[in-house]
């Protein structure tokens, strides 16, 4: 019995000595880990990427979204409001009044910009020079265009 | 019990206790609980201040718009609530058709929320209108962004494919998330169209591919049947210079203009040959004479008749001379080094024999004109003749094999460079493709390609660069390779890369497959609207035969379909498709169109040609399209309907909806449409009212927008359009006909 009693002793004394050793690391795990960035110093070198930095010369840094507005500009726009939206397209000169500078409408707002691309200038009361492309366009492709007049200007 | 035991006991327990804390902390600290909540957080709070917003904005508006505003601010509220309450746990899309699972939304948790366009990743909304088309319970994550979806630890996901620690490399997932461009990569799985509208770098990359002749040696999915790019090596020995024909095999960039970079300047690739190499396949090359005898081009041309002639045809349409000029045809400044006159002289006279496949119309040239022309350009651009490259004359001397040795060697050299993928000659059509198949292109492992001289672990060394960095320089990577050095820009190369890195080989279920259904209609120059595309699946849906008879043998002779849509098939470089020309235009006008053909666009740099016709052939068209080329949609009858207040009030219309802003009227109006003041001479009415109805079902390309006009609106305009008539044409047609005569023209 003698034995029994004095075993009991080193099993306690381990046993907490664990519990003890688990709670520590368990806070001490918390307080290392807790924030996001917690696997960040972890991630791998980065290394040039020609193939990637190739495409974003050739998007000219430009969104998806936004090269394929750039794609609609160029074959519906571009010709009266000019590459760069200033209102100096190659037709720009046949029209009185002149097609307007696209970083003034940008201010209006995107929703304004939307509507006179759907609706035609006409529907916020400026000139019927500029058509209603809604019908032709469709909505994503009109979307997408004012995402790319964002671009443009300053 | 021993004390080793009691020893072992607690060691034992230990461990297990260890191991347990351990494996709590672990799931209780895992990454995607922060992300969450902090997506959570942040979208809260977004909606909070769009809710704010909606409610200030509602307080001013009125009526309608109020309720409208309203409504959306009720909307956003159970989306706030609906987050709220939502517990933190693993998100996941189950994806039954690709038999995927995509627990990407655990961390991008608001990626479905417009509102958060923007925010830093993981908590950014998606960009664009890309999920409305494509619905994330349909399509899940990875299909378009590649990755582990399965995963919710980051580099488990494979956000990056290979990982490289100092020299040790791991490969999580076959392939990673695509970057940012790439991506449109992906669109391509699904999307087997040569044209993906929403992906214009894939599209760029797909037409480089075409325009290149890639699939000249490579099997390249969505180009399986293409014809081969480059001119026939036929009789070439009697066509070309062979000094010339050195310089243009040791570096064809010396001799192509030197405006435009890329695939504009030089389609031929350069394939560093050795001299010796380079002049016996000069020797199998020109060894391909022409039995038949070539005509002796009688002296005396007059140059200045010739270039009038030049002009008044529009060469320069398809060729560039003088840095002006298009590029359908090759450009003229530098011909005299490369063909004599004698060849291009029986060229214009016989241009189908030379070349079966050419784009160019057979003109009815006669002795006369063609010798006229011929010295028009070499008088105007003659320059001294070619001195070989340089080193050649030595490498000539030194060469010590026969003439027959010359032809076995070029022989070979012709096959094993694949020269055949690209140039048709007889007694080669049997040679294969040389290159590697490039089906299943993603899938290639980084391991077993050749990397030659670049160390690819100083680089992200995915297949994607290992391409990139071979088309730009083949050299680097396979010294002794067969791959040819192509003039692409870097632009060019890295969306010939991405094109490929489209054919992931990934099994797509059928339903999801985007095929080409108009495949007999070839690209247009530029993106199609809805409207157009459906316009032309709706053509192509009928089976077009080939144009039969002697209709047929004109469109091959003057070689319509190079830039018209003849029969379902040709190009685009017009805009006007001419299967429904009987329905469109009216009779007379068609008639005379061909006596002196112009661009009805102003805008355009591409100009009809003078084909110099016989007088019979308009005939012929004109009564061919009237009876044939009919669109059933089309009312021939219309024009009779019309009343004289329509036509007053379309005028009205016109000016109201601002159609000169692009229409010529009275000599005033815009460059962009065709010129509308004899239009009541060229157009039917029935056509006019069903093109303003619905342009691009009509025209494809058609730059006009759908004015959505009521039937009334469209019968008005065009009443008041058929009144646009040339007054002092009777007159003119009868003054033409007395002066037309043989070519001469109107």
């Known amino acids: 019995m003698k034995e029994d009693r004095m075993s009991i002793i080193p099993m306690v004394v381990f046993l907490s000595v664990t519990f003890v050793i688990s709670v520590g690391a368990f806070l001490w795990g918390m307080k290392v880990f807790s924030p996001v960035e917690i696997k960040r110093a972890a991630l791998p070198e980065e290394h040039p990427d020609p193939l990637r930095s190739a495409l974003e010369k050739a998007a000219n840094g430009l969104s998806n979204v936004e090269l394929v507005g750039r794609q609609y500009y160029e074959a519906y726009c571009m010709v009266c409001h000019g590459e760069r939206g200033a209102g100096d397209g190659f037709n720009a000169f046949n029209l009185n009044p002149r097609p307007a500078d696209l970083a003034v409408v940008k201010k209006k707002g995107d929703e304004h910009l939307f509507s006179v691309i759907s609706n035609g200038s006409a529907s916020v009361g400026g000139t019927s020079l500029c058509p209603p492309w809604g019908k032709t366009l469709g909505e994503e492709h009109t979307r997408s265009i004012v995402a790319y007049l964002h671009t443009l200007g300053s | 019990m021993s004390f080793a035991n009691y020893v072992w006991f607690a060691g034992v327990g230990t461990a297990l206790v260890l191991s347990i804390g351990v494996l709590f902390i672990h799931e209780y600290l895992r990454v995607w609980k922060d992300h969450q909540a902090i997506a959570k957080r942040l979208q809260l709070k977004s909606l909070e201040s769009r809710m704010d917003a909606l409610a200030s904005e509602a307080n001013r508006a009125e009526g309608e718009k109020k309720k409208r505003l309203e409504e959306r601010r009720r909307v956003l509220s159970m989306v706030y609530a609906q987050v709220k309450a939502s517990p933190r746990q693993i998100q996941q899309i189950q994806l039954e058709d690709f038999k995927k699972v995509d627990r990407c939304t655990t961390c991008h948790f608001t990626v479905e929320d417009k509102g958060m366009v923007g925010q830093p990743q993981p908590y950014g909304g998606h960009p664009g209108a890309f999920l409305d088309w494509h619905e994330v319970q349909d399509f899940g994550c990875t299909i378009c962004h590649e990755g582990q979806g399965l995963s919710t630890d980051y580099m488990q996901a494979a956000h990056k494919a290979i990982r490289i620690h100092g020299s040790e490399r791991e490969r999580p997932w076959p392939r990673g998330v695509q970057t940012k461009y790439l991506l449109q990569s992906s669109c391509g799985k699904c999307h087997l169209t040569k044209d993906v509208p929403y992906a214009p770098l894939l599209t760029k990359g797909r037409g480089l591919i075409e325009k290149a002749g890639c699939y000249g040696c490579h099997q390249i999915r969505l180009y399986e049947d293409q014809e081969k790019i480059a001119p026939t090596l036929d009789r070439l020995g009697s066509k070309v210079d062979r000094t010339w024909l050195l310089h243009w095999l040791n570096d064809p960039r010396e001799y192509a203009p030197a405006t435009g970079e890329g695939l504009v300047r030089s389609r031929m690739p350069r394939f560093d040959l050795a001299k010796e190499d380079i002049l016996c396949l000069a020797e199998f090359l020109m060894s391909s004479k022409d039995e038949q005898s070539q005509e002796e081009p009688p002296s005396g041309g007059n140059p200045e008749r010739g270039g009038l002639l030049f002009r008044e045809i529009r060469c320069v349409t398809c060729h560039t001379v003088g840095n002006k000029g298009g590029y359908i045809g090759p450009e003229l400044e530098q011909i005299t080094t490369k063909v004599s006159r004698k060849w291009a002289y029986n060229w214009l006279i016989n241009t189908h024999y030379f070349n079966p496949k050419t784009k160019m119309p057979q003109f009815d040239f006669t002795q006369e004109q063609a010798v006229d022309v011929v010295d028009h350009l070499w008088e105007e651009y003659g320059i001294d003749p070619l001195k070989p490259p340089e080193g050649f004359q030595e490498a000539e001397e030194a060469l010590k094999l026969s003439t027959e040795e010359r032809l076995t060697r070029g022989k070979k050299l012709f096959s094993d460079k694949g020269c055949a993928g690209c140039h048709p000659r007889s007694g080669t059509e049997h040679e294969g493709k040389t290159g590697r198949p490039l089906e299943k292109f993603a899938q290639m492992d980084e391991e077993t390609l050749d990397w030659g001289k670049i160390d690819r672990f100083k680089i992200e060394p995915y297949v994607g660069n290992w391409v990139y960095m071979r088309l730009l320089n083949p050299r680097d990577l396979a010294p002794e390779g067969k791959m040819p050095h192509f003039a692409l820009t870097e632009a060019e190369a890295a969306l010939v890369a991405l094109a490929l890195l489209s054919d992931t080989g990934d ?227 009868s003054e033409h006909q007395q002066g037309r005569g043989g070519h001469e023209g109107g």
């Not at chain 2, 068609?590 to 110099?612: A, C, G, Q, T, V």
């Not at chain 2, 669109?631 to 007053?648: C, H, M, R, Y």
């Not at chain 2, 009521?710 to 007054?727: G, N, P, V």
Request: charged fraction near 30%; proline fraction near 8%.
């Open chain 2, 507 to 733: 099994k797509i279920p059928p339903k999801y497959l985007v095929e080409d259904k108009s495949s007999r209609y070839p690209r247009p120059p530029y993106p199609l609207p809805y409207g157009g595309v459906q316009g032309v699946e709706a053509q192509t849906a009928k089976e077009y035969p080939e144009p039969p008879g002697e209709f047929g043998r004109l469109v091959d002779r003057y070689r319509c379909r190079s830039c018209h849509v003849v029969f379902g098939k040709g190009g685009w470089v017009s805009t006007q498709p001419l299967d429904m020309e009987g329905s469109q235009v009216q009779e007379e006008w068609l008639r005379h169109y061909f006596d002196m053909p112009y661009s009805l666009r102003p805008i355009l740099k591409e100009r009809m040609l003078n084909l110099k016709m016989d007088p019979e052939e308009p005939k012929f068209f004109t009564e061919f399209f009237k009876a044939v080329s009919l669109d059933n949609s089309i009312s021939p009858t219309l024009g009779s309907s019309l009343t004289v207040e329509e036509a007053q009030r379309g005028k009205g219309l016109f000016v109201k909806k601002g159609c000169r802003a692009c229409h010529i009227v009275e000599g005033r109006g815009g460059f962009v449409g065709a010129a509308l003041d004899k239009v009541g001479d060229r157009l039917t009415a029935g056509w006019t009212y069903a093109f303003l109805k619905d342009p691009q079902r009509y025209k494809p390309c058609a730059i006009q927008p759908d004015y959505g006009l009521t039937d009334q609106e469209a019968r008005e305009l065009t009443a008041y359009l058929m009144t646009l008539k040339d007054k002092g044409r009777v007159e003119k047609v």
